[in-house]
């Protein structure tokens, strides 16, 4: 029997909601963090690379400490957020289809590119077997670099997450966790970090006087702090998902 289009968005919800899960389990262990620090004798920070450089013996080095399980949930939250976008493109082959779906099912997937060009050249191949009307709607969405600027973001963190590295947070820090006698002290470098902090602004500068370098002497690519990304970034694609009902019917 085939599914109604309100079934079908539960299906793709389902990711959105374990994202919010994952959000709120994360918000709450990081506040229990937000003015925890750690004090290192004898190192400093070159201003110029941000890597630990010999000092006098005596001088201290304040650093925040932040738990390692909360860097790679992050990911996790992100991972969600765009498995749901995929979960939507299948949805929305099968509707085009009568519930068969595509000939080459490992190709569906919501297509977001790095331009108008790549986007062009690679979205028939990703959308194959959905009706015209949702093909429109997608295209609307302008799901590129350029175009859209949260499903693009979506779309490179989770790549950088599972590809690259852990998230970085734009500021020196002592990264904690149980398995992890000592810490892992982590030397942000110029221009490397994905997120600026992890809390907002107005939190970020209660922080500074807790701390000897503060976020904003820090030069990064990405404005946007940790925690109030995760939560625009979770809010859009709950919103955006729930935009394409009426191409799931």
Not at 26 to 43: A, D, K, M, N, P
Not at 81 to 90: K, T, V
Not at 105 to 122: G, H, K, L, N, T
Not at 155 to 171: A, E, M, P, Y
Request: glycine share 8%; net charge neutral.
């Amino acid at each position: 029997m085939p599914l109604d289009a309100l079934s079908r968005l539960c299906l793709i919800r389902v990711k959105v909601e374990r994202a919010k899960k994952l959000l709120g389990d994360l918000e709450r262990e990081l506040t229990r963090y937000r003015s925890s620090t750690f004090t290192v004798i004898g190192t400093g920070v070159s201003p110029h690379t941000r890597k630990p450089i010999p000092t006098a013996p005596g001088t201290f080095h304040t650093l925040p400490q932040v738990p390692f399980d909360a860097i790679a949930a992050s990911g996790d939250i992100i991972q969600n957020l765009r498995s749901s976008l995929d979960h939507l493109a299948y949805q929305l082959v099968l509707v085009g289809t009568n519930d068969v779906g595509s000939s080459h099912p490992r190709r569906i997937q919501f297509p977001i590119a790095e331009s108008f060009a790549a986007y062009e050249i690679r979205k028939a191949r990703q959308i194959e077997g959905m009706r015209d009307d949702a093909k429109h709607a997608i295209d609307a969405a302008k799901p590129y670099k350029g175009g859209n600027g949260a499903l693009w973001s979506i779309h490179q963190l989770n790549n950088i997450d599972k590809h690259r590295s852990l998230f970085t947070v734009g500021q020196d820090h002592l990264f904690v966790a149980d398995w992890l006698p000592g810490g892992y002290p982590y030397w942000c470098k110029v221009g490397e970090s994905d997120f600026a902090g992890v809390f907002d602004d107005k939190a970020e500068k209660e922080l500074q006087s807790e701390i000897d370098k503060a976020v904003s002497n820090v030069e990064i690519t990405q404005d946007d702090a940790l925690l109030p990304t995760l939560h625009r970034l979770l809010n859009f694609t709950d919103g955006f998902v729930k935009g394409f009902l009426p191409f799931l019917e």
